[in-house]
Nanobody, 113 residues
Framework: QVQLQESGGGSVQAGGSLRLSCAAS????????MAWFRQAPGKEREEVATLDSDGITNYADAVKGRFTVSRDNAKNTAFLQLNSLKIEDTATYYC???????WGQGTQVTVSS
């Protein structure tokens, strides 16, 4: 059974940083892409970053230069480093992975002024 578990969310002030983790299990982590999405209240879910099995990354324009996606294949874990956080980054962040695109339960990030 494919499972993804996010952690690392929290409340920070604008300009601060957080590091989100996504622990994966139930499939071959190394050979699969990973993605991070977020959803703010009243807004549509949006893709934030992707990381494929070759290490190629893509970022939404809103987070380029501030967020960094990475993975540790030995630990079956993906990461999303959030720097220079803005109030508009407030959202629930989800990781997505596995052969069928399984979603985690999400972790809340709240940025205040």
């Amino acid at each position: 059974q494919v499972q993804l578990q996010e952690s690392g969310g929290g409340s920070v002030q604008a300009g601060g940083s957080l590091r989100l983790s996504c622990a994966a299990s139930g499939y071959t982590f190394r050979g699969n892409c990973m993605a991070w999405f977020r959803q703010a209240p009243g807004k549509e879910r949006e893709e934030v970053a992707t990381l494929d099995s070759d290490g190629i990354t893509n970022y939404a324009d809103a987070v380029k230069g501030r967020f960094t996606v990475s993975r540790d294949n030995a630990k079956n874990t993906a990461f999303l480093q959030l720097n220079s956080l803005k109030i508009e980054d407030t959202a629930t962040y989800y990781c997505v992975g596995g052969p069928d695109g399984t979603w985690g339960q999400g972790t809340q990030v709240t940025v205040s002024s």
